[in-house]
């Protein structure tokens, strides 16, 4: 009887010794290596890409996943319009003119510059667009989210409209005064409205073309 229970007790403490190292997470070769599952290492539980991305966490280095485009980012590019349309009125025709420098076209009465006028601050959108692009779609190893090209785009939006309105005011304020009662653009103005769709179309298109070809880091181990 002695015998019995003393082989019983032996082979409980066989079976103990064998399942220790699984628990404890010894056995490495019992998990997958590729990153994708959470892994047992030393004892501790390190989840695997796929559990940082489960957790909100960036792929590569584990630590919290930033997004691209914070409140303050889209706060900035949408104050950046003030700027934008100050330049228009510095370097377009019926302003200071000082991209053409020709004297003809200072008068918003000389209907030659109303094209170039408009042609000015839709490059500019164009630039400020592609800026916007460029800080929206993140780093090598993280992509944008939906949420950061939602605030990029409407941050182009509200740019948009910011430069629209401060050349315009610039022009009541700084421009001389014409008789606009033949064509509301001898005034300092935008006549093609269509204009106002390049910062945010350029902008989605820049995130667009930046994710698309933008060459992945390699993985951190």
Request: proline fraction near 7%; hydrophobic fraction near 45%; include cysteine.
């Amino acid at each position: 009887m002695p015998d019995v229970v003393s082989q019983a007790g032996t082979k409980v403490v066989k079976v103990c010794v064998m399942t220790q190292p699984a628990v404890h997470g010894q056995f490495r070769h019992d998990t997958p290596q590729d990153g994708s599952r959470p892994q047992w290492q030393n004892g501790v539980l390190h989840p695997g890409h796929y559990g940082h991305r489960e957790a909100g966490l960036d792929g590569a280095t584990g630590l919290p996943a930033t997004p691209a485009v914070s409140w303050r980012k889209a706060a900035v590019i949408a104050a950046s319009g003030i700027v934008v349309g100050l330049l228009w009125w510095i370097l377009a025709p019926s302003g200071l003119n000082l991209l053409s420098g020709n004297p003809d076209l200072r008068s918003g009465g000389n209907t030659e510059g109303w094209l170039p006028r408009d042609l000015v601050l839709a490059a500019l959108f164009l630039l400020a667009g592609c800026i916007s692009g460029a800080v929206a779609s993140g780093n090598k190893h993280s992509e944008p989210s939906g949420r950061d090209v939602l605030l990029a785009v409407g941050a182009g939006v509200l740019g948009t409209l910011a430069a629209w309105g401060t050349g315009v005011l610039c022009g009541l304020v700084w421009g001389t005064p014409e008789d606009t009662s033949a064509s509301a653009s001898i005034a300092f103005s935008l006549r093609s409205l269509a204009v106002l769709a390049i910062w945010p179309a350029s902008t989605a298109l820049a995130i667009f073309l930046n994710t698309v070809f933008a060459t992945p880091r390699p993985e951190a181990e």
